[in-house]
């Protein structure tokens, strides 16, 4: 079988190569690449703030592990620092016919982003005899309650397939799978008190996304002889998924709104290849393209809602569509019995755009309407039409770079060109007694409250003349009293003598509404912030990539293999990278089942598009913390290591063991880190036609991407497999790890 072959294929690497064949996927019943891989020696799970489920190998970060399905790198997110986070749960285990996980430095033969090793996935080809597959699973989960909140439909798993078989020299087959992501939730429950019927009794926060994933996809291969054969592919993947959270606990958390993050995926990909042969040398023509397009939106529900205002506000939305295709010719020709020589050369074209993507070179504003993503949201009116305006935290907020980040320029937003010398806040802190004062009578009475209050009256009697100058309100007031803002000539001349309160739509007798038609630096207050309300900044980048590569697989004597590699990479952002490896395996005293294994080599990562371009508030700061927001750096360089491992493994009829001793040097590592700045989004403490406050209470610590000087990590592995009989198997393994900055312990910006 091709499954076992690559098993013995695998003992004879110079690298450290785990094979998990499809039985291997059955007996585990694993439903997807998740659920089989992590028990494998040297490779753990990683999960991130968001819940996203990444594979480090080694030690090494998610970012360092290549992810592949037949021999192509995964079409990910645009920041290499996830991980490809949650791809190995998008994979379905049905359709799979081996994994093959690659340990230590592979930049040599994979390129970019094989620091720390490879996972290839390799699914079912057609089958050359007619077959139908199905698959149906259901199952009860104790946690899952009926509410508005979750559903209370059984998990369930299928998967169909069917395969033509061979006609004539013509084979396809399809398929299509469901699969049910449980949720994870955390221990503690939130709750208020109260009623066990109301919705937070019930609420229980989850620590990662979960829904359905959905696959399905055609493949086919055309053989002209055995020589010449085409095959070809199409998949789509469609992802539903969610996550809720909420961060206060006891009586407070009724009051917090509870956070859902909803997301959509939509992917597909195309391949097609050709393998030839012709003498003493064969080659593979590969073509693939794949896009996909990713919809983050994160509601509030506040839990209670009238016949007709809703219960839940937009609280952000993010969009970002990928794209990237690859060329590839590879080529294998045996020189003579002692060397067979593989090479071959590529090109990469990546291309994404999205609301993330806002320090890119290329970038358009644009304009969301909020009902198209939830028809619940709160109104201002107690009717319901298209005309209302919905709760909407989406803005557009005018940056200014500040040292390593940004910071948000409300003045500028608010005021215009200039500053008033009486600000909202101080108008929104103003004593009742001077907001009464200057509203109930007919002249205010400054000479007494001079000597009290101070400076503050000298201001607002500066920008209350200021207003009246640069403002008819004569001709206003009359406005007012005909369109029926204001009903009484008392009221007008209220608004007069407290222009600056009515400016900021503050006057707290006869609670008027904002006066808009008072205007400084001729717009009314806010004015430059309601015009970015629900806009976005959508960024464009692109990135192309081109490659050569050659290999030697020389065969010393019979028990020596030596296998040289060297790889050219160029990229149009980060220029020419070369990289090499030399691997050695030997059969201890000619024993074949006694293997010494050797390699010693160079690897690169490059940044990705996240890395260099993100402007993003990762998610909102709900709650009593401070949240996240993500500055790219364009200028950061890839990271470099150095990398070498030996191990001896060998086997009997029954028992498979091996030890493995590792080191691997990465220069210019990529981190993250915090800045030191904030940026506050706080704008319900500005101006707010209701309560903004409530999702932004406290400002995001900037978080930025840089280079360090050095990591180093170090490790030794050991496994033992034992058969017992033909039903029973037993694994042991353990991994230890020590891994160090070797040059910037504190991490200082």
């Known amino acids: ?212 994933v959905k696959n399905s996809g055609v493949s086919g291969a055309y053989g002209f002889n055995p020589d010449h054969k085409i095959n070809f592919s199409f998949n789509r993947e469609r992802e539903d998924v969610e996550r809720r959270n909420k961060s206060a606990l006891g009586i407070g958390g009724i009051f917090e709104p509870m956070q859902v993050f909803n997301q959509n995926m939509k992917r597909d990909t195309y391949s097609f290849s050709y393998k030839g042969r012709g003498g003493n040398t064969d080659w593979t023509i590969d073509f693939s393209h794949g896009k996909s397009k990713q919809d983050d939106v994160t509601i509030l529900d506040y839990g209670q809602s009238s016949q007709y205002r809703g219960r839940k506000a937009l609280a952000s939305v993010d969009w970002l569509e990928h794209e990237r295709t690859d060329i590839n010719v590879g080529m294998n020709t045996a020189i003579n019995d002692k060397h067979l020589l593989s090479y071959g050369f590529g090109h990469t074209q990546e291309w994404a755009t999205g609301f993330r993507l806002k320090n890119t070179p290329k970038t358009h504003i644009a304009t969301i309407n909020p009902w198209e993503y939830d028809k619940s949201l709160f109104v201002r009116n107690n009717t319901a039409s298209e005309n209302d305006e919905p709760r909407s935290y989406v803005h557009n907020f005018k940056l200014i770079r500040n040292g390593n980040g940004f910071m948000w320029d409300k003045n500028k937003k608010f005021y215009g060109d200039k500053t008033p010398v009486f600000t909202y806040q101080d108008a929104k802190n103003m004593d009742p007694e001077l907001n009464t004062a200057f509203t109930t009578y007919g002249s205010p009475i400054y000479e007494e409250l001079k000597e009290k209050y101070g400076d503050l009256i000298n201001r607002f009697i500066a920008f209350n003349n200021e207003l009246k100058q640069l403002n008819d309100m004569d001709k206003i007031g009359k406005e007012l009293l005909k369109n029926g803002t204001l009903l009484l000539p008392s009221q007008v001349t209220k608004v007069k003598n407290a222009s600056a309160l009515a400016y900021y739509g503050l006057l707290q007798n006869g609670r008027y509404d904002q006066i808009k038609e008072i205007k400084y630096n001729d717009a009314y207050y806010g004015q430059g912030y309601d015009e970015r309300s629900n806009q976005v900044s959508i960024g464009e980048a692109e990135i192309n990539k081109t490659y050569a590569y050659v290999q030697d697989t020389w065969q010393v004597n019979d028990q020596t293999t030596v296998t040289p590699s060297l790889r050219l990479d160029h990229s149009d952002l980060f220029g020419s990278q070369v990289t090499g490896n030399v691997g050695l395996l030997h059969n201890v005293h000619g024993n074949p089942k006694r293997r010494f294994k050797a390699n010693i080599g160079t690897g690169y990562a490059e940044p990705g598009m996240g890395e260099l371009y993100y402007n993003w508030e990762m998610f909102g700061a709900a709650g009593s913390h401070l949240g996240w927001y993500w500055i790219g750096k364009p200028n950061l360089k890839p990271e470099k290591s150095l990398n070498f491992d030996v191990s001896l493994e060998g086997e009997s009829n029954k028992t498979f063991a091996k030890v493995s001793l590792f080191h691997n040097e990465i220069k210019d590592y990529l981190t993250s880190y915090f800045t030191g700045q904030l940026i506050d989004f706080g704008y319900g403490d500005i101006y707010s036609g209701y309560d903004a406050a409530s999702y932004h209470p406290m400002p995001d610590r900037i978080y930025s991407f840089r280079n360090i000087g050095k990591a180093k990590i170090t490790g030794l592995e050991a496994e033992v497999q034992q058969k017992f009989n033909d039903h029973w198997s037993g694994k042991l393994g353990y991994t230890l790890l020590h891994a160090v900055n070797a040059s910037d312990s504190d991490m200082s910006p």
């Open 1 to 212: 079988m091709e499954a076992d072959k690559a098993k013995e294929e695998a003992k004879y690497n110079s690298q450290s190569v785990t094979v998990i064949t499809k039985e291997d996927i059955a007996r585990k019943q694993g439903k997807s690449v998740e659920d089989v891989i992590f028990n494998e020696v040297g490779v753990t799970r990683t999960v991130d703030a968001m819940g996203k489920v990444g594979i480090s190998i080694r030690g090494a970060d998610p970012r360092h592990t290549l992810i592949m399905v037949d021999g192509q790198p995964v079409l990910g997110d645009v920041s290499k620092y996830s991980g490809n986070g949650d791809e190995l749960m998008r994979i379905g285990a049905e359709n799979i016919e081996r994994i093959e996980i690659i340990r230590g430095a592979a930049s040599a033969k994979y390129g970019a982003d094989a620091i720390g090793g490879v996972v290839n996935v390799i699914t079912k080809g057609p089958k050359s005899t007619p077959s139908i597959q199905v698959n149906a699973e259901g199952r009860y989960h104790s946690s899952r309650y009926t509410s508005d909140y979750e559903s209370s439909a059984l998990p369930s798993n299928f998967f169909l397939r069917a395969d033509s078989g061979k006609v004539g020299n013509f084979s396809i087959a399809g398929w299509t799978s469901k699969r049910d992501v449980m949720p994870v939730y955390s221990k503690d429950r939130t709750y208020g008190g109260g009623s066990e019927n109301l919705w937070y009794e019930k609420f229980k926060p989850s620590l990662r996304y979960y829904g359905d």
